[in-house]
């Protein structure tokens, strides 16, 4: 070890034996032999308490350049750890004659100036002679001064003139204003890689609409001129010995081409640089479509990069933040039990085929359900949706996903499975008898999807956990499903809205007022909608996707978006590698359980808040409702059963039936299809001094609620090198890839009517001159006008 005694707050001053310091020494500490330079200025920052965020220090070392018994010190600048090393050695061996570092230190502001740089040249170790002091003066103040090429002294920025008076400045001496310009050119400026360099020149000129090219570019050397050939401009720049750093040297003339921004691609702007710029971006929503990416870049730069480089660039961010892709199936299976490790209970399900390897199999599939959403479902109401999309990677396949609704109706994201094949049979069937298993249980539920044919069957089946015939669940078409297949079936959109009316009404007289419109309408759409769903011995089955005909097995749940879209809960996730779209379930399904926690936390349980938000809004305002009504007669069928005549403000009589085991209907069908109490009721209730309250479904509770966003998640180490050790086979992908091929592009106009739209037909050609449909380039005129011109030349 060996002492340091550190100065500052003071001022050099010069003595008989050269350089001292006017103040005593603000800290000392014993080093080690090993200090480093930076391990040195970090000390330094925590002794002297200066603001290392706000300042930086020049360090200059108080050196004995004498002989023998005669001490003359000199200031010796420290900028990097080779000149420290040898100072500390030279100290530890005694050669200098003086067994202590004297360091004084200055703290520079960094908007002003920064810690010296590698590349400025120190002043050298003076011998010591008779005339020592005047060697060791310094004349401008604590450290001394470069020198230009020329010899001629450089000032500081920032140093105010001694001179009591103002002179002129020289050009040597003036001081260039574009060095206080961040994202100015100038020579000397310094950068830290050559890729900081290339992209800092790139964005410059970008910004200023100027086109380069790349003479030279070398881990030593870097050489870019102007594109237009009559611009004089270059731009040289170089490294230092040891490639710590990139100084730009000299930049020759001043651009003289035309930068007129035109809002057109920048010939300039790579891939590789939009991707860089979209990071933020693809790291906030998980994805972002080419066109996204386009008008990202144009509110930046004034440029609008092609389609093509936009869709490069997301890949690569992508690659960049998630990692390779055959590479995320190797973290598969560690990720997820890091997952179970932190989350026990968390379910997971492998489909795979045998390889040669025991060690390794082939990726088929993968199922999993999280911990906090399997515990929380036990508080949801009896309905789930079911539903499925691409996957645009590397190696596509499918994702099958299956949501709950809790008591206000907001989703619950429950359970997952991405799987390498097309959605099939066997896929769907793999699903779900795992997600009646592990999941949800042996409790009977309403399934709600769309009509394929692979999720039809499985209710068809008796050993697949979900035959309808037995009740162990029951099925449901999701109506925006149904409404879009009215386009596609009949081609025609005025149905569209008619059907999804007629699908959502609760009362008979409204779905058969309905459907006799749709017949007249269009009779086939008439009869389509009876048959569909229908087995052989069925006449309809409306129950399948009219609520009125439902039974009250949906919860008044017509479509399986709910109130917002399944798939809108986890954005991008198409596009995710395998491991990344397995954290985003998990990242977005923490999120929804802390922002529903939060909401739901507003529930006054405490003062007896029997119902969710919600269902309470409802019931005050039937209940206000209700006191406009009037009881028209009773007849009474038993002692405790009653049936009651309400007849609404507008005169209509609806018809109310409460029995003795709190079961109760109404004509209206409100409370059978919904499990809460029209207005019809409530007003009996009201008339009869019942509580209403015994009549509202228990899966509206308050309690209930909360129960089902209480669970926490628990998110896994984020490092690798952090998860727990995973002990089980490695998962390894298809080498097959999808198919992408050229990006299709449409030739023709979407308003040319199909019949122009044929092979052959004049309609089918799109000019690539004026881009007017009709003719094609050969024939266009301004062709024709350009050979006529050439001709008479």
């Known amino acids: 070890m060996f002492p340091i005694s550190i100065y500052t707050g003071g001022a050099v001053e010069n003595g008989p034996m050269g350089a001292t310091y006017n103040k005593p020494p603000s800290a000392s500490y014993p080093a080690q032999d090993d200090i480093t330079f930076d391990e040195l200025k970090r000390k330094i920052f925590e002794l002297t308490q200066i603001n290392e965020d706000k300042n930086s220090i020049n360090v200059n070392a108080r050196w004995n350049a004498g002989t023998g018994a005669s001490h003359c ?190 809002g057109e691609d920048h010939v300039n702007m790579s891939y590789e640089f939009i991707s860089e710029l979209i990071l933020d971006l693809i790291r906030k929503k998980g994805d972002a479509s080419p066109k996204e990416i386009q008008e990202f870049v144009y509110k930046l730069y004034r440029c609008t990069p092609s389609y093509g480089k936009a ?93 709950a609704y809790d008591a206000e109706g907001q989703l619950l994201p429950l359970a997952f499975a991405a799987i390498k094949d097309e959605e099939d049979d066997e896929s769907w069937s793999w699903f779900m008898r795992w997600l009646r298993q592990e999941v949800v249980g042996p409790r009977p539920l309403c399934v709600i999807s769309d009509r394929q044919d692979s999720i039809l069957s499985l209710f068809d089946q008796e050993d697949s956990g979900w035959y309808t015939s037995t009740g162990q669940a029951f099925h449901r078409y999701c109506s925006r499903y149904l409404s879009e297949s009215i386009p596609r079936a009949f081609k025609t959109i005025d149905l569209v809205r008619l059907v999804q009316w007629v699908s959502s009404q609760n009362q008979l007289r409204k779905f058969r007022l309905g459907m006799m419109r749709i017949m007249e309408t269009n009779r086939d759409a008439y009869n389509w909608l009876v048959k569909v769903g229908t087995k052989p011995d069925e006449e309809s089955a409306f129950h399948l996707w009219s609520l009125c005909e439902d039974g009250g097995y949906r919860y008044g749940i017509m479509a399986e978006n709910g109130n917002e879209s399944i798939f809108n809960l986890f954005p991008g996730i198409q596009e995710l590698p395998i491991t990344a779209l397995v954290e985003l379930t998990f990242v977005k399904s923490a999120e929804t359980f802390a922002r529903q926690r939060e909401l739901t936390s507003k529930i006054e349980v405490e003062k007896q808040q029997l119902w969710c938000n919600k269902v309470t809004a409802i019931l005050e305002a039937r209940r206000a409702k209700a006191s406009q009504h009037r009881i028209v007669s009773i007849q009474s069928q038993s002692f405790l059963q009653e049936e009651v005549e309400v007849e609404t ?132 005129s301004r062709n024709q006008l350009a050979f006529d011109t050439t001709s008479e030349s």
């Not at 109310?656 to 109490?677: A, E, F, H, N, Y």
């Open 311 to 403: 869709w490069r660039a997301k890949e690569l961010a992508i690659t960049q933040l998630f990692g390779e892709w055959k590479e995320s199936y190797t973290n598969l299976a560690p990720y997820l039990n890091a997952i179970q490790v932190a989350n026990p209970g968390t379910k997971v399900e492998w489909l795979s085929d045998s390889t040669v390897d025991p060690n390794v199999r082939l990726f088929r599939g993968v199922a999993w359900a999280f911990a906090p959403a399997i515990e929380g479902f036990k508080n949801c109401r009896p309905v789930i949706s079911i539903d499925s999309t691409k996957l645009c990677g590397k190696y596509g396949g499918r994702m099958l996903i299956a949501v």
């Open 649 to 780: 403000r507008t005169e209509v009589k609806h018809t109310v039936r409460v029995g003795d085991d709190q079961r109760s209907s109404c004509s209206c069908q409100k409370p059978q299809l919904t499990g809460i109490p029209c207005s019809h009721l409530l007003a009996f209730c009201a008339f009869r001094s019942i509580n209403a309250n015994y009549l509202v479904d228990t899966a509206y509770g308050a309690r209930r609620l909360l129960a089902t966003w209480a669970p926490q998640f628990h998110p896994p180490p984020s490092s690798p090198d952090e998860w727990p050790d995973y002990m089980g086979v490695a998962y390894s992908p298809l080498c097959k890839m999808s198919k992408r091929g050229r990006r299709k592009k449409n030739v023709c106009s979407p308003s040319i009517p199909e019949k122009l739209k044929k092979p052959g037909s004049a309609a089918a050609y799109r000019c690539g001159l004026g881009k007017q449909i009709g003719h094609s380039k050969r024939c266009c």
């Open 73 to 262: 010190f000199v200031l010796l600048p420290i900028c990097e750890n080779s000149m420290w090393r040898m100072l500390v050695e030279k100290t530890l061996s005694s050669a200098s004659g003086w067994s202590i570092v004297e360091l004084f230190i200055e703290a520079v502001p960094n908007s002003v100036c920064t810690q010296n740089d590698p590349g400025e040249k120190s002043h050298s170790i003076v011998e010591c002679t008779e005339k020592a002091s005047e060697n060791s003066t310094q004349e401008n103040g604590l450290f001394n001064r470069n020198r230009r090429e020329e010899n001629q002294e450089e000032p500081l920025l920032g140093e105010k003139a001694k001179e009591e008076e103002p002179q002129d400045l020289t050009d040597d001496e003036s001081i260039d204003l574009k060095l206080y310009d961040e994202s100015a050119l100038y020579e000397g400026r310094l950068f830290d890689s050559l890729d900081d360099l290339r992209r800092f020149v790139k964005e410059y000129h970008i910004n200023q609409n100027r086109k380069l090219v790349t003479e030279v570019s070398g881990p030593i050397q870097y050489v870019v001129k102007c594109m237009d050939p009559e611009c004089g401009w270059r731009l040289y720049a170089a490294s230092d010995r040891d490639r710590s750093y990139y100084q730009i040297k000299k930049i020759k003339g001043e651009h003289v081409c035309s930068n007129e921004a035109d």
